[in-house]
């Protein structure tokens, strides 16, 4: 009954909104403190944003939310004219720090995209998928109901550019740092610093030759794009680069079996894999026997409960 009652309440506000624009933007303001929102922005369901400082979100944007499903919005993010963010029930959206979504993009499922990336016009994302080939002879609409396709999260990480009208289909991986050119229909995985066009997209160059080393340091700026996940995007050298919850480091392994970390924190521990350290409050070297699931990738996932401040890593 009572879900029922706040439908029929947000559905009568949204109905206003669309009568008279200007309520629309006030009610979005009291609902969402801190929101810059333009005209006709309908934001609708029982699920929850969660955002930052700095967010603007232009005319005419929609954002479903099914009930238990996030949206996570990082700080100082840019959504243009248009853009139509869908999630079902208990899904999950991230948008990173500083990103840009221009107009009229399509955001749809469980879909995470890191910091200081650029999302041209019309961009469409979708984790969903319609099942054709299950039970051939029959239409496609009743082989969605007999076996639903199953959905597969999608991921863009930090500092990728995807050009106009491009398609990132269920599944995918975007490295950090790839471009993807305009019209490209990406299907599979794209390495790191990639340049991808055409259908399905194929990687045409790469930006830069992405060999990670076996030791990385903060005040190194060349050494930035192998604190690869989960830092704060900030150019240029510095002591030491900052995480919260999940991160990523690339290294090359060589035959290497200890990893180490000089780092500080707030006391709170971090943990890679199944083991777990507390992290000291001024700079210090912590040891973690390396995690053998595949001893050729170079990507070692850590997890800091707090801020970690990262000076260097290596592995030994």
């Known amino acids: 009954m009572r879900v029922a009652l706040a439908d029929r309440v947000m559905n009568a506000l949204l109905y206003l909104q669309r009568l008279i624009p200007l309520v629309g933007v006030i009610l979005n303001r009291l609902r969402f403190p801190g929101f810059r929102t333009g005209l006709r922005v309908e934001i609708s369901g029982g699920g929850k944003i969660i955002y930052g400082k700095g967010i603007r979100v232009g005319e005419g944007a929609r954002i479903e939310l099914a009930p238990g499903s996030h949206l996570i919005m990082g700080d100082g993010i840019a959504i243009s004219r248009g853009v139509h963010f869908a999630l079902g029930l208990d899904q999950q959206q991230t948008i990173g720090d500083r990103t840009t979504i221009q107009d009229c993009c399509r955001i749809y499922g469980n879909v995470a995209i890191g910091r200081g990336c650029i999302f041209a016009p019309n961009i469409f994302a979708s984790t969903g998928a319609h099942t054709f080939d299950a039970v051939r002879h029959l239409p496609i609409q009743e082989q969605e109901r007999i076996a639903p396709s199953r959905e597969r ?126 992290m000291p409050r001024t700079p210090g070297v912590i040891e973690f026997a390396l995690r053998c699931d595949d001893d050729s990738s170079p990507f070692l996932k850590f997890y800091a409960e707090g801020r970690a401040r990262i000076r260097w890593a290596e592995l030994v």
């Open 153 to 278: 999260a999608i991921r863009v990480l930090d500092d990728c550019w995807i050009g106009i009208n491009a398609v990132l289909m269920p599944g995918v991986t975007i490295g950090r740092g790839c471009v993807v050119g305009s019209n490209a229909v990406v299907t599979t995985d794209l390495e790191p610093y990639s340049v991808a066009a055409g259908v399905p997209a194929r990687t045409i160059r790469k930006r830069f030759n992405f060999i990670p080393p076996p030791r990385i340091e903060a005040v190194r700026e060349l050494d930035l794009p192998y604190f690869y996940d989960g830092f704060e995007l900030m150019p240029g050298a510095r002591d030491e680069h900052v995480s919260e919850g999940e991160f990523s480091l690339a290294l090359g392994r060589e035959g290497a079996r200890i990893v180490r970390l000089c780092l500080s924190g707030d006391g709170a521990e971090i943990s890679h894999g199944d083991s777990r350290q507390p």
